[in-house]
Protein backbone atom coordinates (compact mmCIF):
# COMPACT_ATOMS: atom_id res chain seq x y z
CA UNK A 1 0.00 0.00 0.00
CA UNK A 2 2.55 2.44 0.69
CA UNK A 3 4.22 2.02 -2.24
CA UNK A 4 1.15 2.65 -4.28
CA UNK A 5 0.54 5.77 -2.76
CA UNK A 6 4.68 6.99 -3.08
CA UNK A 7 3.98 5.70 -6.95
CA UNK A 8 0.47 8.17 -7.03
CA UNK A 9 2.15 10.83 -5.31
CA UNK A 10 5.63 11.13 -7.76
CA UNK A 11 3.09 10.89 -10.62
CA UNK A 12 2.22 14.59 -9.21
CA UNK A 13 5.14 15.70 -7.56
CA UNK A 14 7.73 18.46 -8.99
CA UNK A 15 11.23 18.56 -7.64
CA UNK A 16 13.02 19.49 -10.94
CA UNK A 17 12.05 21.94 -12.52
CA UNK A 18 14.04 21.96 -15.49
CA UNK A 19 11.98 21.03 -18.98
CA UNK A 20 8.83 21.23 -16.81
CA UNK A 21 5.72 21.38 -19.07
CA UNK A 22 2.26 21.31 -17.82
CA UNK A 23 0.24 20.10 -20.83
CA UNK A 24 1.69 16.75 -19.93
CA UNK A 25 -0.39 16.90 -16.70
CA UNK A 26 -3.72 15.94 -17.41
CA UNK A 27 -6.57 17.47 -15.65
CA UNK A 28 -8.55 14.32 -15.46
CA UNK A 29 -6.29 11.49 -14.60
CA UNK A 30 -6.63 9.65 -11.93
CA UNK A 31 -3.51 7.10 -11.87
CA UNK A 32 -5.98 4.46 -12.95
CA UNK A 33 -7.77 4.72 -9.73
CA UNK A 34 -11.55 3.86 -10.03
CA UNK A 35 -14.16 4.19 -7.16
CA UNK A 36 -17.56 4.79 -5.93
CA UNK A 37 -18.12 7.95 -4.18
CA UNK A 38 -18.62 5.96 -0.69
CA UNK A 39 -15.40 4.46 -1.59
CA UNK A 40 -13.51 7.69 -2.05
CA UNK A 41 -14.96 9.03 1.19
CA UNK A 42 -14.09 6.35 3.27
CA UNK A 43 -10.26 6.50 2.16
CA UNK A 44 -10.27 10.29 2.70
CA UNK A 45 -11.55 9.58 6.30
CA UNK A 46 -8.57 7.31 6.86
CA UNK A 47 -6.24 10.11 5.47
CA UNK A 48 -7.71 12.77 7.54
CA UNK A 49 -7.46 10.59 10.46
CA UNK A 50 -3.79 10.05 10.10
CA UNK A 51 -3.42 13.68 9.38
CA UNK A 52 -5.20 14.48 12.57
CA UNK A 53 -2.74 12.35 14.63
CA UNK A 54 0.43 13.72 12.67
CA UNK A 55 -0.60 16.87 13.62
CA UNK A 56 -0.98 16.69 17.12
CA UNK A 57 2.28 15.20 17.05
CA UNK A 58 3.62 18.18 15.30
CA UNK A 59 2.06 20.41 17.35
CA UNK A 60 3.49 18.37 20.80
CA UNK A 61 6.99 18.09 19.72
CA UNK A 62 7.25 22.09 18.52
CA UNK A 63 10.07 22.41 16.16
CA UNK A 64 8.91 22.04 13.08
CA UNK A 65 5.81 24.07 10.89
CA UNK A 66 4.86 22.95 7.88
CA UNK A 67 3.32 25.53 5.44
CA UNK A 68 0.36 24.26 2.40
CA UNK A 69 0.10 26.59 -0.54
CA UNK A 70 -3.07 26.39 -2.61
CA UNK A 71 -3.14 27.74 -6.34
CA UNK A 72 -5.67 27.27 -9.10
CA UNK A 73 -7.58 28.29 -11.51
CA UNK A 74 -11.33 29.89 -10.66
CA UNK A 75 -13.44 27.11 -9.32
CA UNK A 76 -10.43 24.33 -9.07
CA UNK A 77 -11.76 23.36 -5.81
CA UNK A 78 -9.03 24.80 -3.24
CA UNK A 79 -11.60 25.89 -0.92
CA UNK A 80 -13.30 22.31 -0.89
CA UNK A 81 -10.00 20.47 -0.33
CA UNK A 82 -9.13 22.85 2.48
CA UNK A 83 -12.64 21.96 4.03
CA UNK A 84 -11.86 18.22 3.46
CA UNK A 85 -8.20 17.36 3.95
CA UNK A 86 -8.02 19.79 7.05
CA UNK A 87 -11.55 18.51 8.28
CA UNK A 88 -9.88 16.02 11.36
CA UNK A 89 -6.85 18.45 12.40
CA UNK A 90 -6.99 20.62 15.60
CA UNK A 91 -7.88 24.19 15.18
CA UNK A 92 -5.53 25.24 17.60
CA UNK A 93 -2.48 23.45 15.63
CA UNK A 94 -3.63 25.13 12.23
CA UNK A 95 -3.98 28.21 10.69
CA UNK A 96 -5.46 29.16 7.22
CA UNK A 97 -5.18 32.61 5.88
CA UNK A 98 -6.92 33.14 2.04
CA UNK A 99 -5.28 36.50 0.55
CA UNK A 100 -7.24 38.91 -1.60
CA UNK A 101 -5.90 41.54 -3.19
CA UNK A 102 -3.80 43.57 -1.08
CA UNK A 103 -5.14 46.71 0.68
CA UNK A 104 -2.83 50.41 1.32
CA UNK A 105 -0.68 49.20 3.88
CA UNK A 106 0.13 46.16 2.25
CA UNK A 107 0.76 48.14 -0.96
CA UNK A 108 3.32 50.19 1.07
CA UNK A 109 5.68 46.98 1.91
CA UNK A 110 7.14 44.75 -0.28
CA UNK A 111 5.45 41.91 -1.73
CA UNK A 112 6.69 39.13 0.24
CA UNK A 113 5.72 41.31 3.99
CA UNK A 114 2.07 40.34 3.95
CA UNK A 115 2.79 36.33 3.66
CA UNK A 116 5.74 36.72 6.03
CA UNK A 117 3.46 38.14 8.54
CA UNK A 118 1.13 35.04 8.14
CA UNK A 119 3.32 31.77 8.21
CA UNK A 120 3.09 29.02 11.02
CA UNK A 121 4.69 29.22 14.16
CA UNK A 122 6.22 26.34 15.27
CA UNK A 123 4.20 23.00 15.56
CA UNK A 124 1.78 24.55 13.34
CA UNK A 125 0.52 24.00 9.69
CA UNK A 126 -0.29 26.88 8.08
CA UNK A 127 -2.62 26.99 5.20
CA UNK A 128 -2.33 30.09 2.22
CA UNK A 129 -5.04 30.22 0.13
CA UNK A 130 -3.45 31.79 -2.83
CA UNK A 131 0.39 33.54 -1.91
CA UNK A 132 3.09 34.84 -2.94
CA UNK A 133 2.93 33.59 -6.21
CA UNK A 134 0.24 36.07 -6.88
CA UNK A 135 2.41 38.24 -7.95
CA UNK A 136 4.30 36.51 -10.51
CA UNK A 137 0.57 35.11 -11.53
CA UNK A 138 -2.07 38.05 -11.71
CA UNK A 139 0.25 40.69 -11.57
CA UNK A 140 2.00 39.53 -14.40
CA UNK A 141 -1.33 39.20 -16.29
CA UNK A 142 -3.04 42.80 -15.27
CA UNK A 143 -0.12 45.30 -15.70
CA UNK A 144 -2.56 47.78 -13.13
CA UNK A 145 -1.92 45.36 -10.43
CA UNK A 146 1.87 45.93 -10.90
CA UNK A 147 1.86 49.94 -11.23
CA UNK A 148 -0.34 49.96 -7.69
CA UNK A 149 2.28 48.51 -6.75
CA UNK A 150 4.55 51.75 -6.32
CA UNK A 151 7.62 50.31 -7.43
CA UNK A 152 10.77 52.75 -8.35
CA UNK A 153 10.58 53.13 -12.19
CA UNK A 154 14.05 52.19 -12.62
CA UNK A 155 12.81 48.49 -10.95
CA UNK A 156 10.03 48.33 -13.50
CA UNK A 157 11.85 46.32 -16.23
CA UNK A 158 11.86 43.52 -18.34
CA UNK A 159 13.15 40.71 -15.45
CA UNK A 160 11.26 41.60 -13.29
CA UNK A 161 9.26 38.41 -13.09
CA UNK A 162 12.13 36.22 -13.39
CA UNK A 163 13.86 38.55 -10.42
CA UNK A 164 10.97 37.86 -8.36
CA UNK A 165 10.74 34.13 -9.10
CA UNK A 166 14.49 33.94 -8.05
CA UNK A 167 13.56 35.65 -4.79
CA UNK A 168 10.43 33.41 -4.32
CA UNK A 169 12.89 30.48 -4.55
CA UNK A 170 15.25 31.93 -2.34
CA UNK A 171 12.86 32.84 0.31
CA UNK A 172 11.49 29.24 -0.13
CA UNK A 173 15.06 28.05 0.85
CA UNK A 174 15.48 30.34 3.48
CA UNK A 175 12.15 28.86 5.20
CA UNK A 176 13.45 25.08 5.08
CA UNK A 177 16.32 26.01 7.19
CA UNK A 178 14.54 27.37 9.98
CA UNK A 179 12.12 24.58 9.94
CA UNK A 180 9.47 25.67 7.92
CA UNK A 181 8.38 22.86 5.39
CA UNK A 182 6.96 24.72 2.19
CA UNK A 183 4.46 22.69 -0.07
CA UNK A 184 2.77 23.82 -2.83
CA UNK A 185 -0.35 22.36 -4.66
CA UNK A 186 -1.59 23.70 -8.20
CA UNK A 187 -4.72 22.07 -8.33
CA UNK A 188 -4.87 21.72 -12.38
CA UNK A 189 -8.78 21.83 -13.80
CA UNK A 190 -9.29 21.79 -17.20
CA UNK A 191 -11.25 25.16 -19.19
CA UNK A 192 -13.94 22.43 -19.57
CA UNK A 193 -14.69 21.27 -16.24
CA UNK A 194 -14.50 25.09 -14.76
CA UNK A 195 -17.14 26.15 -17.44
CA UNK A 196 -18.71 23.61 -15.89
CA UNK A 197 -18.43 24.66 -12.71
CA UNK A 198 -19.31 27.86 -13.55
CA UNK A 199 -22.60 26.93 -15.00
CA UNK A 200 -23.51 25.08 -11.93
CA UNK A 201 -23.07 28.15 -9.71
CA UNK A 202 -25.12 30.32 -11.78
CA UNK A 203 -28.29 27.64 -11.77
CA UNK A 204 -27.97 26.77 -8.33
CA UNK A 205 -29.26 29.38 -6.07
CA UNK A 206 -27.11 28.32 -2.52
CA UNK A 207 -24.16 28.48 -5.03
CA UNK A 208 -24.84 31.98 -6.68
CA UNK A 209 -22.80 33.68 -3.98
CA UNK A 210 -19.56 31.86 -5.50
CA UNK A 211 -19.80 33.15 -8.85
CA UNK A 212 -18.64 36.85 -10.27
CA UNK A 213 -18.89 38.17 -13.20
CA UNK A 214 -14.95 38.81 -13.06
CA UNK A 215 -14.26 35.08 -12.97
CA UNK A 216 -15.51 34.85 -16.61
CA UNK A 217 -13.46 38.01 -17.67
CA UNK A 218 -9.92 36.16 -16.13
CA UNK A 219 -11.37 32.69 -18.11
CA UNK A 220 -10.80 34.86 -21.33
CA UNK A 221 -6.46 34.63 -20.21
CA UNK A 222 -6.67 31.48 -19.68
CA UNK A 223 -3.47 30.65 -21.85
CA UNK A 224 -1.65 33.33 -20.06
CA UNK A 225 -1.84 31.95 -16.73
CA UNK A 226 -1.39 28.89 -18.03
CA UNK A 227 2.38 30.28 -19.11
CA UNK A 228 2.77 31.86 -15.86
CA UNK A 229 2.02 28.89 -14.27
CA UNK A 230 4.66 26.94 -15.95
CA UNK A 231 6.92 29.30 -15.88
CA UNK A 232 6.26 29.23 -12.13
CA UNK A 233 6.81 25.99 -11.51
CA UNK A 234 9.93 25.42 -13.24
CA UNK A 235 12.08 28.23 -11.75
CA UNK A 236 10.92 27.35 -7.69
CA UNK A 237 10.33 23.75 -8.08
CA UNK A 238 12.54 22.32 -6.10
CA UNK A 239 13.11 19.14 -3.16
CA UNK A 240 12.76 21.10 -0.03
CA UNK A 241 10.15 23.16 -1.43
CA UNK A 242 8.36 20.71 -3.94
CA UNK A 243 5.10 21.41 -6.29
CA UNK A 244 2.20 18.83 -6.75
CA UNK A 245 0.68 19.42 -9.96
CA UNK A 246 -2.65 17.79 -8.84
CA UNK A 247 -5.49 16.93 -11.33
CA UNK A 248 -8.90 18.48 -10.02
CA UNK A 249 -11.28 17.56 -12.70
CA UNK A 250 -12.21 14.73 -10.03
CA UNK A 251 -12.72 16.30 -6.79
CA UNK A 252 -12.42 12.97 -4.77
CA UNK A 253 -9.40 12.38 -6.35
CA UNK A 254 -7.77 16.01 -5.68
CA UNK A 255 -8.46 15.65 -2.09
CA UNK A 256 -7.12 12.03 -1.64
CA UNK A 257 -4.19 13.28 -3.21
CA UNK A 258 -3.56 16.79 -0.85
CA UNK A 259 -4.18 14.59 2.13
CA UNK A 260 -1.85 11.97 0.95
CA UNK A 261 1.15 13.99 0.16
CA UNK A 262 0.66 16.57 3.46
CA UNK A 263 0.40 12.79 5.63
CA UNK A 264 3.85 11.82 3.53
CA UNK A 265 5.63 14.97 4.69
CA UNK A 266 4.96 14.67 8.20
CA UNK A 267 5.51 10.95 8.29
CA UNK A 268 9.04 12.48 7.02
CA UNK A 269 9.61 14.48 10.17
CA UNK A 270 10.36 11.85 12.92
CA UNK A 271 7.61 13.70 14.40
CA UNK A 272 6.67 12.12 18.02
CA UNK A 273 5.67 13.19 21.54
CA UNK A 274 8.43 14.68 23.92
CA UNK A 275 9.82 12.36 26.11
CA UNK A 276 9.10 12.41 29.73
CA UNK A 277 12.46 12.78 31.40
CA UNK A 278 12.49 10.41 35.02
CA UNK A 279 12.53 13.43 36.73
CA UNK A 280 9.37 14.25 35.21
CA UNK A 281 8.63 10.88 35.95
CA UNK A 282 8.72 10.98 39.89
CA UNK A 283 7.16 14.17 39.58
CA UNK A 284 4.11 12.78 37.64
CA UNK A 285 3.61 9.74 40.13
CA UNK A 286 4.32 12.12 43.31
CA UNK A 287 1.33 13.82 41.15
CA UNK A 288 -1.05 10.95 41.25
CA UNK A 289 0.02 9.56 44.70
CA UNK A 290 -1.12 13.29 45.76
CA UNK A 291 -4.37 13.21 43.91
CA UNK A 292 -5.30 9.55 44.86
CA UNK A 293 -5.14 10.84 48.68
Same mark, same amino acid.
Not at 71 to 81: I, P, R, V, W
Not at 163 to 177: K, T
Not at 187 to 196: A, D, G, V, W, Y
Given at each position: ??????????????????????????? @????? +???????????????????????????? %??????????????????????????????????????????????? @???????????????? %????????????? +????????????????????????????????????????????????????????????????????????????????????????????? %????????????????????????????????????????? +??????????????? %????? +???
Amino acid at each position: MEDRIESVLSRFRVEKGAGFRLKDHKP @DDTAG +LSMKKSEASALLKRGVDILATQQDMLYA %QDRWSVLCIFQAMDAAGKDGAIKHVFSGVNPQGCHVVSFKAPNTIEL @DHDFLWRHAKALPARG %QIGIHNRSWYEEV +LVARIHPAILESQKLPPRLLTERIWQDRLEDIAAYERYLGRQGVVVLKFFLNISPEEQRLRFLKRIEEPEKNWKFSARDVAERRHWDDYQAAY %QEAIRATATPGAPWYVVPADRKWFTRLVVAAAIARTLESLD +LHYPVVTEEQKRALV %QAAEE +LGA
